[in-house]
């Protein structure tokens, strides 16, 4: 076989070498290096170096080089590169540019047209001069660079811009939560007795949720029905909320408005999250279909609404109210066993005892549960009854 | 096929390293090879044997590679030799010319009779 056949197949398999460099899995300066070693091994050149234009600061940056002074390479001016032939090697000698010391041929990246880098190159180790061949065959390679750098910068562009976008997200999201904040905090203030009623009962609400292995889309939601599940009570007098003697039948028709109040006013919100509205409307229903404003019953409850009532009749239950006492933790706990099927499920009484047991024993990072309740609760007595409960309610 | 993965041994015989490149030398992991040179002539040896017995093939990268091993021997007027080359090492290295940077051997032990005593 004659030299320049196993020259031209050599050429042919650096060829693939750097399709394989280019296209391997490696990050982005692992395929940039083994692509420069493709090079400088197909050409013995001793020395090298790969550049990147960035358009925004209108400066190259050096992706790899061997064997050329740095200071040279941060002079060259990517304008007079630009006025240089695509992707086409040119003796420097021949160039407009301020010289790289060593370097002997360069080649600036475009693709279409868009300028993209530039490739530096010495002389071969074995001297002589580039063979029309060579530079033929580095024209190709060079074309080949330039996609790979065009892709990854705008990769890296999507990749900002992603992230920009998430982070604008998460911006929305903590804004919008403050305003759901500031709205419960309106709702609660309404009544002397109830503050931070709806915060605990979207905490409570939501443990359970995550508990249920419900996802963190749907947690969230569940988390908005808890703030906004009294929201109605705004339309109902300060007076009437407050009042210490007990409601006449006119007044408690009043008040149990608040539910379809809440719904009504919650309707005219595009929420992200499904059944918002049902949770707030339906979170005074009951499984026997004794509850308000609709009496459903049963099928027609879903989890979230069975989630909103027990969590917001325990809160309540465990605070002072004008025309009773709170209860301790255990006889509120006791109060929503006895209403097992009647009022409150089976499944979610279950996944609140075992949230409240988690949260005692320390096994969940954040409590959302424990930190709310009566400070001298007797916690080993409760924990006591959590057991007795989830063994009962998980028998078969 | 997936080949096995590049690796590289040394020992030092007298004022000479000897080095055994073992797999493809094809990507980024052939820069041990030249990370190994380094350490020897860091400690001063100008006298670098390297045994393919156990590298058959090279590509683009792997050239790159010992072009480095080259520029570092030469900048510090040492010598390289190489031994055990099957064909298809030596008529690539015949091929790009880069055979009159080396001293070529058929074994690693008349590499070291030369680096001791100049005679081949």
């Known amino acids: ?396 | 096929m997936k080949s096995a993965p590049f690796s590289v041994a040394s020992k030092l015989v007298g004022d000479a390293a000897v080095i055994y490149p073992k797999g493809y030398l094809n990507n980024l992991s052939g820069e041990s090879l030249v990370k190994e040179c380094g350490i020897y002539i860091g400690k001063g040896i100008t006298k670098i044997v390297v045994n393919f017995s156990e590298t058959d093939l090279i590509n683009s990268i792997g050239i790159s590679l010992l072009l480095q091993i080259i520029e570092d021997l030469k900048n510090i007027k040492g010598t390289i030799c190489c031994t055990n080359m099957s064909k298809f090492l030596r008529d690539t290295f015949e091929m790009l010319g880069l055979i009159q940077y080396m001293v070529v051997f058929s074994a690693e032990s008349d590499a070291l009779e030369y680096l001791n005593t100049g005679k081949r």
Not at chain 1, 67 to 91: H, I, S, T, W
Not at chain 1, 108 to 135: A, R
Not at chain 1, 196 to 210: C, E, F
Request: with cysteine; net charge negative.
């Open chain 1, 1 to 396: 076989m004659s030299t320049e056949l196993k020259k031209a197949l050599y050429n042919i398999s650096a060829l693939a070498d750097l399709g394989q460099a280019i296209t391997s899995e490696s990050v982005f300066h692992e395929k940039i290096q083994s692509v420069f070693y493709v090079i400088t091994g197909t050409f013995l050149a001793n020395k090298g170096a790969i550049l990147s234009y960035d358009k925004s600061s209108n400066r190259l940056n050096t992706l790899t080089q061997k064997g050329f002074p740095q200071a040279d390479l941060d002079r060259v001016d990517p304008e007079k590169l630009m006025a240089l032939g695509k992707n086409e090697p040119c003796p420097i000698g021949d160039g407009p540019l301020s010289p790289v010391s060593g370097a002997e041929i360069v080649t600036p990246l475009w693709v279409g047209d868009g300028f993209i880098g530039v490739l530096f190159l010495s002389g071969k180790l074995t001297g002589g001069p580039y063979t029309e061949e060579e530079l033929e065959l580095l024209n190709v390679i060079a074309h080949q660079i330039a996609i790979a750098l065009n892709n990854h910068t705008l990769f890296m562009d999507l990749s900002d811009k992603l992230e920009e976008n998430r982070r604008l997200y998460e911006e929305m999201r903590h804004i919008y939560h403050g305003t759901l904040q500031a709205f419960a905090a309106a709702i609660d203030a309404k009544d002397a007795y109830t503050q931070n009623h709806s915060y605990r009962v979207a905490k409570y609400s939501a443990a359970i949720a995550r508990e249920l292995g419900w996802s963190e889309h749907d947690i969230e939601g569940m988390y908005v029905a808890g703030y906004l599940h009294d929201v109605g009570k705004l339309a109902i007098s300060n007076d009437l909320l407050n009042k210490v003697t007990p409601f006449t039948p006119a007044e408690r028709m009043e008040i149990r408005k608040h539910s379809t109040t809440s719904h009504e006013i919650t309707s005219k919100i595009k929420f992200p999250w499904k059944n918002v509205q049902d949770m707030v409307w339906h979170h005074h229903e009951r499984l026997d279909g004794r509850g308000y404003p609709e009496a459903l019953a049963h099928e027609s409850l879903s989890d979230g609404v069975r989630i909103l009532s027990l969590a917001d009749s325990f809160d309540a239950m465990t605070s002072q109210r004008p025309y009773r006492k709170k209860m301790d933790v255990q006889s509120a706990i006791g109060e929503l066993k006895k209403c097992l099927e009647s009022q409150f499920d089976n499944k979610i009484l279950l996944v609140f005892c075992k949230v409240l047991e988690k949260e005692i024993k320390g096994e969940l990072p954040e409590p959302d549960i424990l930190p709310h309740l009566d400070r001298n609760s007797d916690l080993s007595v409760i924990s006591s009854m959590l057991e007795a409960i989830i063994q009962e309610l998980s028998a078969p």
